[in-house]
């Protein structure tokens, strides 16, 4: 079944303490973003990688990170959570060409 | 920033009546896209309009893209209990990676 899955699906943390919420598609899509939902913001792009060794910040990249070392993982890690980023987490993937993205379940963070 | 902004953010209709929610945008774009969002969970796809395109059909739904305006709406007609949702449209530029607005939440009653 073609899927994108997040994990963990809901973590609490403490503020400070290094995360990794991991992605993974198996799709063989080129692109792959993060995004972060907040009540009355929407979706806002945090991250996105066009391929392999390529990604670029989104709209609010501060106090994350990405890696793309291999095309089906794109893992979101936030070296130092703290409250502001509490909030909930999608990962996406499609392939290029402005084509439909899927949407893995989501990650809800709550950093205290 | 966000590209697309949708219109109403909230809507609030009857079983079986029409809902029309639009989007407005700011920059050029390749295509834009609709998707859906229960409560929560993980977008899903619902329809594509490319920038050549006026209007697109898939089952209730109907899309119109208006470039020269830099708008769309999305058209769900005979809405059903289990169209309750919010609903998103996203734009791609030069990236092709979507960028989101806020959303519409939609509440049809049974």
């Known amino acids: 079944e073609a899927q994108v899955t997040q994990n963990p699906r809901y973590l609490i943390t403490v503020t400070g303490k290094k995360l990794t919420v991991t992605c993974s598609q198996n799709?063989?899509?080129?692109?792959m973003s993060w995004y972060r939902q907040d009540p009355g913001l929407g979706l806002r792009q945090i991250y996105y990688?066009?391929?392999?060794?390529?990604?670029d910040k989104g709209d609010v990249p501060e106090g994350y990170k990405v890696s793309r070392k291999e095309k089906r993982n794109f893992p979101l890690i936030l070296e130092s959570p703290s409250p502001n980023q509490t909030s909930l987490y999608f990962c996406?993937?499609?392939?290029?060409?402005?084509?439909?993205?899927?949407f893995g379940q989501g990650t809800r963070l709550t950093v205290v | 920033s966000q590209q697309g902004e949708e219109d109403p953010q909230a809507l609030s209709i009857q079983e079986g009546e029409n809902a029309t929610m639009n989007c407005s945008y700011k920059?050029?774009?390749?295509?834009l896209q609709w998707y859906r969002q229960n409560s929560g969970r993980g977008l899903v796809h619902l329809i594509l309009?490319?920038?050549?395109?006026r209007e697109k059909h898939s089952g209730r739904l109907r899309v119109t893209l208006d470039t020269s305006k830099k708008s769309s709406s999305l058209l769900i007609t005979a809405s059903r209990a289990a169209d309750t949702a919010s609903y998103f449209c996203?734009?791609?530029?030069?990236?092709?990676?979507?960028?989101f607005g806020r959303g519409t939440s939609l509440i049809v009653h049974p």
């Open positions: 996406a993937s499609s392939f290029p060409g402005g084509t439909e993205a899927f």
């Open positions: 996203a734009t791609t530029g030069g990236s092709y990676i979507p960028t």
């Open positions: 990688s066009m391929n392999v060794e390529v990604t």
């Open positions: 799709m063989n899509h080129e692109y």
């Open positions: 309009i490319r920038s050549n395109e």
């Open positions: 920059t050029s774009i390749n295509n």
